[in-house]
């Protein structure tokens, strides 16, 4: 399916997915970023009331994108602020199918996957799946529907399956750094040893499994966080308060920093003396794609010294990156380094061979072996 149908809207928000790269590169190459016409929102929520003041200022009908993982993340402002019982806010939403049914796709898409239609029922939504097979004239018969629904206030949402959406023009995403990531993360488990280490979603646990197997490292001490992006800081703050004997590092990336910033602020008003938090910032959503993200844009420094973290720093090669490490390894006070890369990772990157409840099992296991007495 090619993009022309889109041409009748001129506002877009929304968080990127592999699923949706078409879109995502056809929308790049039309719009840049344009805040008055295309937001890279920082979670599916802000897409969502960036759509609604775009609606309240225009009267015309926004168009809010993301993956089907992303639904938890709108339930709250299109039941409390879009739905029709309270501001009738119509809205088209262009949601990636991941872990459909009947199609194989990684653990963490499965359960998603089989509610993807029900949430968006629930929701009173009504919804029009498109895949390779869907022609024009399928399609123009279901915008029709849509857009009555729209006059009423509703809103309603097109399914894509992989492979649907079709554009001529793949973007090329890059930014000035030269450090790659993996580098960062292989030099960040020399550090670490045998500390728990918390890492996000995407690449970078996948990264930083491949190093361990590579390196015939046990992966007891790393909890892979395969989905729920954003929330590997809060997992981790989280086992920081029940284990302060342990330093516990957290290896995020800008993306999922981004995607729920007031975790940073908990973290650091609490500031626990065991947390290292490293965010590896290459600007980029770069496991969805690599749209940019706004973090080349903003100063994690000062935000992470804002939010009460008592060191803070950024770096940009792995001699200051190796310095930085080893001092917040012996430090026992919060410790903020975010660490500047390039875009991009080796074509044969592969993925975790253990399951998340294997992960999570080992993780444990270790853990609860190395209680202190008396606990």
């Known amino acids: 399916m090619r993009l022309d149908f889109l041409k009748e809207f001129d506002f877009f928000a929304g968080v990127p997915d592999s699923q ?33 003041g775009y609606h309240l200022a225009t009267g015309k009908v926004p168009v809010v994108y993301l993956q089907n993982s992303g639904e938890g993340n709108i339930i709250n402002p299109i039941a409390s602020l879009l739905n029709e019982a309270v501001y009738a806010i119509p809205c088209l939403f262009i949601i990636g199918w991941r872990g459909e049914p009947g199609i194989h796709d990684e653990p963490q898409h499965i359960f998603q996957g089989g509610i993807t239609q029900k949430l968006l029922e629930d929701m009173e939504i009504s919804a029009f799946i498109i895949d390779r097979e869907t022609t024009k004239k399928e399609l123009e018969k279901a915008m029709a529907v849509f857009q009555t629904l729209w006059k009423e206030g509703k809103q309603t949402a097109l399914i894509i399956r992989k492979g649907a959406f079709e554009y001529d023009k793949q973007i090329k995403y890059r930014n000035k750094y030269s450090m790659q990531r993996e580098e960062a993360i292989r030099h960040i488990t ?14 970078i646990s996948r990264e930083l499994f491949e190093i361990r197997s590579a390196n015939g490292q046990s992966h007891e001490t790393d909890f892979l966080t395969v989905g729920s992006m954003g929330h590997s800081s809060s997992i981790a703050f989280g086992i920081a308060l029940q284990r302060p004997e342990k330093k516990i590092w957290i290896i995020d990336g800008d993306g999922a920093v981004l995607m729920h910033m007031g975790a940073m602020a908990l973290m650091g008003a609490y500031a626990p003396k065991n947390i ?23 100063d994690m420094v000062k935000i992470a010294q804002g939010c009460g973290y008592l060191h803070a720093v950024c770096v940009d090669n792995l001699s200051l990156l190796d310095r930085e490490l080893e001092a917040a390894k012996h430090r ?7 660490v500047r890369c390039a875009i991009g990772s ?30």
Do not use: W
């Open 20 to 52: 949706l790269r078409p879109l995502c590169d056809y929308l790049t190459d039309r719009y840049g970023t344009d805040p008055q016409h295309h937001v890279i929102a920082a979670n599916e929520g802000n897409a969502v009331a960036l759509a609604a």
């Open 190 to 203: 020399e550090v670490t040893q045998k500390d728990p280490v918390i890492s996000t979603t995407g690449k």
């Open 276 to 298: 290292v938090h490293i965010v590896i910032n290459n600007g980029a959503h770069e496991s969805v794609g690599g749209m940019p993200t706004v973090a080349e844009k903003i």
């Open 332 to 338: 026992e006070e919060i410790s903020f380094i975010e």
């Open 346 to 375: 080796r074509a044969d990157l592969g993925r975790p061979d253990v399951s998340p409840k294997e992960n999570m099992r080992a993780f444990c296991k270790a853990l609860y072996e190395n209680i202190p007495e008396g606990e």
